[in-house]
């Protein structure tokens, strides 16, 4: 379902991240201090015709899935109160120093294309992904993200992507070698976080895509990752994790909450709530009422919110089910902490635009050319 990450080096996979790749069994490369998106494709398992099989991106695509025809789920008419407690004040999220789109801008002054590309997309704060499954250096490139957002003031987007049986052996496979080494390499991960505030998104396509599993293994991913979230919250209480809500075209709400709860989702102690969109292209509108209904039937405090990935759904999914660097999409809302909307805590720009689903260019790799049909919109 989601994407192909990106990664600012301290080693991260999806959009503009820290990928901590080395040693990674997956597709993309990292290399210290950049940002990639890995590939994270993601379907359900025997859809039905009300939940179609969602976007995906790949790195061999011997088909395209059937588009997505079900229809947007409608805000309630009775919106939920905003929370008391934002995040932070709008548009104060961290952009890393380095990445690959701003490695590309910086090495490429004279293209016509470079003005577009960096005021479009490198000004703009990023995720970083992490993807390299050894404990043995995350904690320091963990610490490296959230000291320099803290000295910034700023709120850095980190992306935990080293479950094992990762995106089901798909583009992005990989990851840690088994959830006893995982859950090892969650406690390293939270220990780089500091105390300053920051944002986790967890696992992409973890909960959405555990079709794959037998449901042996899926309590035993579910009840990982229930774990990590109260060892990330209780390493730093500043730090908000949100787990994976796969997207509006993906399993219905009421599914979709189910798989959540077991997942830990609704408890206080290891979840501040949802994310949807990940490397897909879903509008917004779409995905905040989404993402609404997921979290009244997942049930939870009511301060449990949503973050949404805008970076690539400005002219939303193509229409005939295209998922891989489509032609014809756009940026979508800048990345905030100032959404304006009930439970919607931010907007973020978790894949980063112009970093390859695998057609224009290696999974995960910087694509000017797409980089710069984007930024155009």
């Not at 293209?111 to 590309?117: K, L, Q």
């Not at 990752?225 to 500043?238: C, E, F, Q």
């Amino acid at each position: 379902m989601v994407v192909a990450a990106a990664v600012v080096t301290v080693v991260g996979t999806v959009t503009g991240v820290v990928t901590a790749m080395n040693g990674d069994t997956g597709s993309d490369e990292a290399r210290p201090l950049t940002s990639r998106s890995p590939s994270l494709p993601s379907e359900p398992a025997d859809p039905t015709p009300a939940t179609p099989s969602p976007s995906r991106s790949s790195l061999t695509p011997s088909k395209s899935p059937e588009p997505s025809r079900k229809a947007g789920v409608q805000p309630s008419a009775e919106r939920t109160e905003q929370r008391t407690e934002p995040l932070t004040e709008p548009g104060e999220l961290y952009r890393h120093p380095d990445s690959q789109v701003l490695d590309w801008v910086r090495d490429n002054p004279g293209d016509p294309r470079s003005a577009v590309i960096e005021s479009g997309i490198a000004d703009h704060p990023a995720a970083i992904w992490f993807t390299d499954p050894d404990p043995a250096t995350v904690t320091s490139q963990v610490a490296a993200v959230a000291s320099g957002g803290a000295a910034q003031g700023r709120v850095p987007v980190l992306v935990a992507y080293a479950i094992p049986d990762r995106d089901c052996g798909g583009a992005s496979q990989g990851g840690a070698s088994s959830l006893d080494a995982y859950d090892a390499w969650i406690d390293a991960f939270a220990a780089g976080l500091g105390s300053d505030e920051v944002i986790v998104i967890l696992e992409p396509d973890a909960i959405a895509q555990s079709d794959c599993l037998s449901a042996g293994a899926r309590a035993d991913r579910f009840a990982s990752l229930a774990r990590a979230g109260r060892v990330l919250k209780a390493a730093n209480p500043g730090a908000r994790v949100y787990y994976d809500a796969g997207h509006s075209g993906w399993n219905a709400p009421d599914k979709q909450a189910a798989l959540l709860r077991q997942a830990g989702a609704a408890s206080p102690d290891a979840s501040d709530g949802v994310f949807s969109n990940v490397s897909n292209f879903n509008r917004t509108d779409a995905e905040v009422a989404y993402t609404r209904h997921v979290l009244a039937a997942l049930g939870g405090p009511a301060s449990l919110g949503a973050v949404i990935d805008t970076s690539r759904n400005g002219n939303g999914a193509p229409t005939d089910g295209a998922w891989c660097d489509p032609s014809g999409r756009s940026l979508g809302q800048p990345p905030t902490l100032g959404t304006g909307e009930a439970r919607i805590d931010a907007y973020l720009w978790v894949k980063l635009p112009g970093e390859s689903d695998g057609c224009r260019g290696r999974a995960g790799a910087f694509s000017p050319e797409y980089a710069y049909e984007l930024a155009r919109g």
